[in-house]
DNA sequence: CTTCGGTGTCATGTA
DNA sequence: CGTACATGACACCGA
């Protein structure tokens, strides 16, 4: 028992000692504390289910459905999503202050998915919590600037914002909680790590991971991120007065926000807390995890092997990483905000609307009342204006001559449409409203329809050729079509365009008021089915043209929207992968200096720090595949001992 | 000469 | 049932 207590002494010493030289502050993106809350949930046990239910949400409600379930890019995508949703929710990122929103909001994120099994000592811990400057530090856990201010009263430290909590104790312990609290960085990082950049820290663990291990990947990282969060140890009683004595922790628990402690809490924990409240130990020195001993609870433990550390601080990864990364990050909010708002696609309503108003304007209230008669009567619009020398023969045909623009008009995508020769000829025929070439726009270059500004009553025939010549001969013999030409051939007193355009009421008047022969009749008929499906043939075109438009420009947001979700990967992946390179290294650095029964370090080969579902950690012997394995690993050592 | 885009026309389906 | 409309398919024309 004596030896296992100096051992664990020796090696608490050590740690404390390895912890202050290592050093290694670790920089990440602060939202991804908010990504990592759903992995605490599964190392959590019984609350592990709810991991699964972020994506599958998010599959459900946000644009999950434009990807592919299977797609590869699907967990980014949501990820990036939710991290877009949690921006948007509060606003641009851009603005101080919506920035430290974002910061609450995020660490909020965090407690809420924190409360878990484990939160069974959250007393004790708050108990040892409520010490003066209780209040300003949960301000520092949500928000950098307080841990910034803290920073300030003791710049001598010089150990970043996180070192706040230790400029409250004694000088001789300073630099060693401080290091312990950037070491456990890291590993609060990854706690938060969902199972997305869990597997993205597979990914680099797995190319940082020493070739030796057999190990698979998933058990390397259970492993691995936890190893810290707490370690059971048997017979460690007078452990407490020495944790006390040092007060290694006492500096850390200030920086350990409440629910951090929830997280790492467990039976050797609230039992620590308990006898820290039984002695005259101040507020501030308050230990969160206290080295006890539990008895034979934790069989798999080499006694003496393990170090008690229930608790360690995991909001000052927070403080630490929140200032630095944020900005980092911040481009990629930006970025992904400002594009998620351009997606919106409101620019387009101003100039849409602009037209719209423009186009009311200028339309004769008669003319919008046209738009909605399904025959498209046009009014009187041209009878107003001094048209052609015809005018004058103006009569009730006139509203079918105009009603052909309005009749054509199926959709308001005519306003935009490219004005044909019709239209610029009669414009220039007839000035009319403009309403009449911004809604009327069939294009319709039938050169009747020039020569006919004046909508000739259907009982008068009136000759085009005259009326022609004002526009001149040569436009008129060029464009004539061919149904004009078989109605000039058939004596109809009617150009195409009024054939088209009249209402059917008038056009059956037409047809039965004027004696017509039955092969007059079907021309009639034919040619006015055939202008209303020319332009109809061009309504259905153009539609056709400002729906690839369309698809196209949906195409080129979307590459955009990949291009940026694939830097936001780029991005996650190489911040895994930095966090479980230090993690590793960390791991095994606290392995080599624990020491076995026989006074000698763990071998990292063969030992490796589990997290447990209660929270504590525990040194574990790595436990090879497969039987075959292991014996031949044993059976390879004891040959390289023999060699030795 | 071929290719391609625009256009008109027909057939068909739908409201 | 007739009409209007939409749309695919085909043919024609001109660049």
Redesign the pocket.
């Known amino acids: 028992m004596q030896i296992a207590k100096k051992y664990f002494t020796e090696g608490l010493i050590q740690l404390t000692i390895l912890l202050s030289l290592i050093g290694v502050r670790v920089d990440i993106d602060s939202y991804l504390s908010g990504y990592y809350t759903p992995l605490i949930e599964i190392n959590l046990g019984p609350s592990s289910a709810y991991i699964q239910t972020p994506f599958h949400n998010l599959r459900d409600t946000l644009d999950g459905y434009s990807v592919h379930p299977k797609c590869p890019e699907l967990d980014y995508f949501f990820a990036s999503r939710r991290l877009l949703d949690e921006v948007r929710t509060l606003g641009s990122p851009r603005f101080p202050t919506q920035l430290t929103a974002w910061l609450v909001h995020q660490v909020s994120a965090s407690n809420r998915a924190d409360c878990g099994p484990s939160t069974s000592n959250n007393t004790d811990t708050s108990s040892g919590l409520e010490s003066p400057g209780e209040g300003a530090r949960d301000g520092s856990e949500h928000l950098p600037d307080s841990g910034q201010e803290v920073c300030q009263t003791t710049p001598e430290l010089g150990q970043g914002p996180c070192s706040a909590g230790a400029s409250r104790f004694s000088k001789e312990e300073n630099h060693t909680q401080v290091k312990e609290e950037e070491e456990t960085a890291p590993l609060i990082q990854l706690a938060h790590s969902s199972t997305l950049e869990q597997e993205s820290l597979l990914e680099g663990i797995t190319a940082l991971s020493d070739p030796a291990r057999h190990l698979p990947p998933t058990i390397d990282i259970n492993e691995h991120w936890s190893n810290l969060l707490s370690l059971s140890v048997t017979d460690l009683d007078d452990l407490d007065s020495l944790v006390t004595d040092t007060d290694i922790t006492s500096a850390i628990s200030h920086d350990v926000s409440l629910h951090d402690a929830m997280v790492s809490g467990s039976g050797a924990f609230g039992v620590a807390l308990d006898r820290s409240d039984a002695q005259p130990v101040s507020q501030q020195q308050r230990t969160l995890f206290r080295l006890e001993s539990t008895g034979s609870s934790h069989s798999d433990v080499s006694p003496g092997m393990a170090l008690g550390l229930a608790a360690l601080p995991f909001a000052s990864v927070c403080n630490l990483t929140g200032n630095e990364s944020h900005s980092a990050v911040g481009g990629c909010l930006d970025e992904a905000v400002f594009d998620q708002i351009n997606q919106l696609g409101l620019e387009g309503l101003d100039t849409i609307d602009n037209q719209l108003m423009g186009c009311l304007e200028s339309i004769n209230p008669e003319v919008l009342e046209d738009l909605d008669s399904?025959?498209?009567l046009s009014l009187e619009s041209s009878s107003g204006s001094p048209v052609s020398p015809g005018s004058s023969e103006m009569s009730s045909s006139s509203s079918s001559y105009c009603e052909d623009e309005c009749?054509?008009t199926?959709?308001s995508s005519d306003v935009d449409s490219?004005p044909?020769?019709g239209i610029v000829d009669y414009t220039t025929w007839s000035p009319v409203d403009l309403s009449e070439s911004v809604w009327h726009d069939h294009?319709?270059?039938s050169p009747s329809f020039f020569n006919q500004p004046s909508v000739t009553l259907p009982h008068k025939s009136i000759k085009e050729e005259p009326l022609s010549d004002d526009d001149g001969p040569m436009l008129e013999e060029r464009e004539l079509?061919?149904?004009e030409l078989r109605a000039r051939a058939m004596c109809i007193p009617f150009s195409v365009l009024q054939i088209v355009n009249m209402?059917?009421e008038e056009?059956?008047e037409v047809l039965d008021g004027h004696g017509f022969s039955p092969e007059q009749v079907t021309l009639l008929?034919?040619i006015?089915?055939?202008?209303?499906?020319?332009?109809?043939?061009?309504?259905?075109?153009k539609?056709?043209?400002d729906a690839i438009t369309g698809l196209q420009e949906e195409v080129e947001r979307l590459q955009a929207q990949r291009d940026r979700l694939l830097r936001e990967k780029q991005l996650t992946a190489k911040t895994m992968g930095a966090v479980g390179q230090q993690i590793k290294q960390l791991t095994r650095d606290v392995l080599a200096r624990l020491r076995d029964e026989s006074g000698q370090p763990l071998n990292p080969e063969r030992y490796t720090l589990l997290c447990r579902a209660n929270g504590s950690v525990v040194v574990q012997p790595v436990r090879r595949p497969t039987v075959s394995t292991a014996a031949g690993n044993k059976t390879d050592k004891r040959k390289k001992e023999k060699k030795q």
């Not at 006015?528 to 075109?541: E, P, Y």
């Open positions: 399904d025959s498209g009749g054509a199926g959709y490219v044909s020769k294009s319709y270059p079509s061919r149904d209402p059917v056009f059956l008929r034919d006015r089915r055939r202008g209303k499906n020319k332009l109809a043939a061009q309504n259905c075109r539609r056709k043209l």
